[in-house]
């Protein structure tokens, strides 16, 4: 089956020091590939998403390329803020002319940035 | 605006009983999803719709039951059988095949008492 592996956390930062998050997965067919953020106490919020292979998602000045030969999608963030503080979860969407159209999520990064 | 909506966002539950988590969307679209989150841990799936009145169970169906009437509204039955109910649980939903991921509600954080 498909799944997703995430560096293992917790991350922890300085302000306006560099961020990746690594995300490998395994996977056939067409894939979306996705980042999600979740604030403590609240719901995951789609941080950015790439559907082809090379594509770039980008939002918040967080960005991750979807390289298909290495099979990962890595976050990186040139700069963090104390409110970027979250954990952060990978995740593929698969169609391979069936229906599989559930998400297959990583385990979750928790990332924590000190003023 | 559309969105996901669940509520309540705390429920105290005593031992024995059975409680219903409601979740309810206007984006139109065909799927939903039930999913647990314990502290430090990742999700796991309960329970996923891709029709009306059609649901499937995902890994951790035992002590849980789901209805799906309404294409807009799918909620989630935590029954005495549930061993360990205390967790946050979150609602999703998505256009099928889930190629433009989820949508998440805020979720419902359930306590046992």
């Known amino acids: 089956g498909n799944s997703v592996t995430q560096m293992e956390g917790p991350v922890t930062l300085s302000e306006e020091a560099f961020l990746t998050i690594n995300c490998t997965y395994t996977a056939t067919g067409y894939l979306s590939l996705f980042w999600y953020v979740q604030y403590p106490g609240e719901g995951l919020q789609l941080l950015l998403k790439?559907?082809?292979?090379?594509d770039k998602g980008s939002n918040k000045g967080f960005e991750a390329t979807y390289r298909k030969e290495t099979t990962s999608f890595h976050l990186e963030k040139g700069s963090v803020q104390v409110s970027d503080s979250a954990v952060y979860f990978c995740?593929?969407?698969?169609?391979?002319?069936?229906?599989?159209?559930?998400?297959?999520f990583g385990k979750g990064t928790l990332l924590t940035v000190n003023p | 605006d559309g969105g996901i909506t669940q509520s309540p966002k705390y429920l105290f539950r005593k031992e024995g009983q059975n409680v219903t988590l409601s979740c309810e969307q206007n984006l139109n679209h065909d799927a939903m999803y039930w999913y647990r989150q314990d502290p430090g841990q990742g999700l796991r799936l309960i329970y996923y719709s891709q029709i009306v009145n059609d649901f499937q169970k995902g890994d951790i169906a035992e002590g849980y039951s789901v209805s799906r009437e309404k294409k807009e509204s799918f909620p989630l039955t935590v029954t005495s059988a549930q061993k360990n109910p205390t967790a946050f649980y979150l609602c999703?939903?998505?256009?099928?095949?889930?190629?433009?991921?989820?949508?998440f509600g805020s979720g419902t954080r359930l306590t046992v008492v």
């Open positions: 999703a939903s998505s256009i099928l095949w889930g190629v433009d991921g989820y949508t």
């Open positions: 995740a593929l969407s698969a169609n391979s002319g069936g229906s599989n159209y559930k998400l297959t």
């Open positions: 790439a559907t082809k292979a090379d």
